[in-house]
Nanobody
Framework: VQLQASGGGLVQSGGSLRLSCAVS????????MGWYRQAPGQEREFVAR???????DYGDSVKGRFTISRDIAKNTLNLQMNSLKPKDTAVYYC?????????WGQGTQVTVSS
């Protein structure tokens, strides 16, 4: 299984970015997918998750600003990030859990300038 995250970059405070995570190498099985982030010197933080039934859950710091979604046909996971703040600056990682195994993407850097 491989997860390839993309879409990070530099944006001004109040701006938007859309992250994508391309998934390959999976064969069936229910998939729980999510996004986490890690800022320098801090622990990895939960951002959002989506279940096989498309239920969603968000970390308190991003509720109302970020939206997670899946494109089954393209086998991608997306994260629409609006109203970005400098505290959102971090490396963002996509996660896939299937058949009891957790996989991580390589991370994409998001930097929000004030």
């Amino acid at each position: 299984v491989q997860l390839q995250a993309s879409g990070g970059g530099l944006v001004q405070s109040g701006g938007s970015l859309r992250l994508s995570c391309a998934v390959s190498g999976t064969n069936g099985g229910s998939k729980y997918m999510g996004w986490y982030r890690q800022a320098p010197g801090q622990e990895r933080e939960f951002v959002a998750r989506i279940t096989p039934g498309r239920s969603t859950d968000y970390g308190d710091s991003v509720k109302g600003r970020f939206t997670i979604s899946r494109d089954i046909a393209k086998n991608t996971l997306n994260l629409q990030m609006n109203s970005l703040k400098p505290k959102d600056t971090a490396v963002y990682y996509c996660q896939l859990i299937t058949r009891g195994v957790t996989f991580w993407g390589q991370g994409t850097q998001v930097t929000v300038s004030s």
